[in-house]
């Protein structure tokens, strides 16, 4: 390269998005890379080609979840506070999806749409006739939230709230969202919290108190559904509940909201595509969806630990080193994707890594992601004729999310 390789270990780095040129290099030069940690950390491997990724997704043995999936260490006593399903291996991992996957399975999903509509319409029906906004406060970050307090039967008052808290932990490195930025401010006392944040104490009481509201009560939610048993007889224990409980309001608004204002300021880029949306097929909308899904990789990159020692592209990789999934990557490798750099709709097949696919590590939400996503898209192509850019866009700090805060857009109404 020219320029030297950008520090992908930087939060700093993608204010800026992510550093396309860094990737393409080592995914030509150094696939399975050597990554030294900017905080002192005591590195790992970044493995940035499709197919390894995916070796690495599928083979939950070798690559494990269970001492953690973010860039940083965590001693035996921080990793089980911090558990979630996210940091767990087969068994356990299997038994706990299974306990509280049933609301997100595609049948059930696809139940969900009429009412996905129902939220988009009314936030752009109190919109009507609005030039100028930023997208992301007043539809990306709506939506995902509404559906979210739907889904889990909550007060539409304590909403806003939510995302707040939520914001705190997935952008727990950026500080326009938390006074307790993990690598500017000491957080050690945080640190058998979610996110080494002070945060989910407060989403941890809420989620006590919405539960115990449900056993007293039971209602017709997620939150009620995941109290009840299974055939089985199994049921999540509290702090299992809580956990999951902050997990969903942590995951299941930024990364869709990210997606979505991605996805616009590509079809800004592209308003051909936009002003195609009313005449495609459905199938076609669904293909759009995914290429968005792929153009904007939000979730950048997942760690995983070797369980053993691994030969891989010529490097000798140790039990116990830490390995990250770079899907950011992976999803722009031109020896998998044809015209990978290109944003095509039609693109097919297109077996993205966003989500984690292909894993049993798959997103609980993704089914209900790509519903918001295409019927958000799908509504607001009839509603607008053009949309433009008003203004500079400002990116979420974050080696972890890559997303876009801010969003100024022009729409011109039908």
């Known amino acids: 390269m020219a320029e030297p390789l950008a520090d992908i270990t930087s939060h700093d780095t993608y204010i800026d998005g992510v550093p396309r040129e860094t990737f393409r290099y080592l995914r030509e030069h150094d696939p399975v890379h050597w990554t030294e940690e900017s905080d002192g950390g005591r590195g790992f491997w970044s493995l940035t080609k499709y197919d390894d990724v995916l070796l690495a997704s599928r083979t939950t043995d070798l690559f494990s979840s269970r001492l ?28 706990l999806r299974r306990l509280v996957s049933r609301p997100f399975a595609p049948k059930s999903v696809a139940a969900y749409e009429d009412a996905v509509r129902e939220i988009v319409v009314q936030i752009l029906d109190s919109m009507q006739g609005e030039r100028e906004f930023n997208f992301v406060q007043r539809i990306a970050r709506e939506l995902p939230m509404r559906m979210l307090g739907r889904l889990l039967g909550l007060p539409d008052d304590d909403l806003n709230w939510l995302v707040q808290r939520g914001d705190a ?83 299941g608004n930024d990364t869709t909201r990210y997606t979505m204002t991605g996805g616009l300021l590509a079809l800004i880029e592209r308003p051909d595509i936009f002003a195609s ?59 998998h994707f044809e015209h990978a750099d290109a944003f095509l709709p039609e693109r097919s097949p297109n077996d993205h890594v966003a989500f984690g696919l292909h894993s049993p590590h798959l997103c609980l939400g993704a089914h209900l992601a790509r519903l918001e996503i295409r019927v958000l898209f799908e509504e607001l192509a009839t509603r607008w004729s053009s949309v433009d850019l008003a203004g500079p866009i400002e990116r979420l700090r974050s080696n972890f999310i890559s997303g876009i805060k801010t969003l100024p857009v022009s729409v011109e109404w039908r």
């Open 68 to 95: 953690g999936i973010r860039l940083e260490d965590m001693d035996p006593e921080e990793t089980e506070a911090r558990r979630t399903m996210m940091e767990m291996d087969a068994p356990e991992h299997t038994r």
């Open 169 to 251: 932990l997935i952008g727990n490195s950026d500080p326009e969202f938390t006074d307790y930025v993990v690598d500017q401010v000491d957080t050690s006392a945080y640190r058998l919290l979610p996110f080494r944040s002070p945060v989910s104490i407060e989403l941890f009481e809420y989620a006590a108190q919405a539960l115990e509201e449900r056993r007293i009560t039971p209602t017709h939610d997620i939150l009620n559904a995941l109290l009840e048993p299974t055939v089985d007889g199994e049921s999540l224990d509290e702090l299992a509940l809580k956990n999951f409980f902050t997990l969903m309001v942590a995951a």
């Open 277 to 335: 949306i009313p005449s495609m097929t459905l199938e076609q909308r669904k293909s759009l969806t995914d290429e968005m899904l792929r153009w904007t990789t939000v979730t950048m990159h997942f760690r995983r630990t070797l369980t053993q020692d691994l030969e891989l592209r010529g490097q000798n990789l140790k039990a116990g080193d830490k390995v990250v999934l770079w899907y950011a990557s992976a999803n722009f490798d031109e020896d």
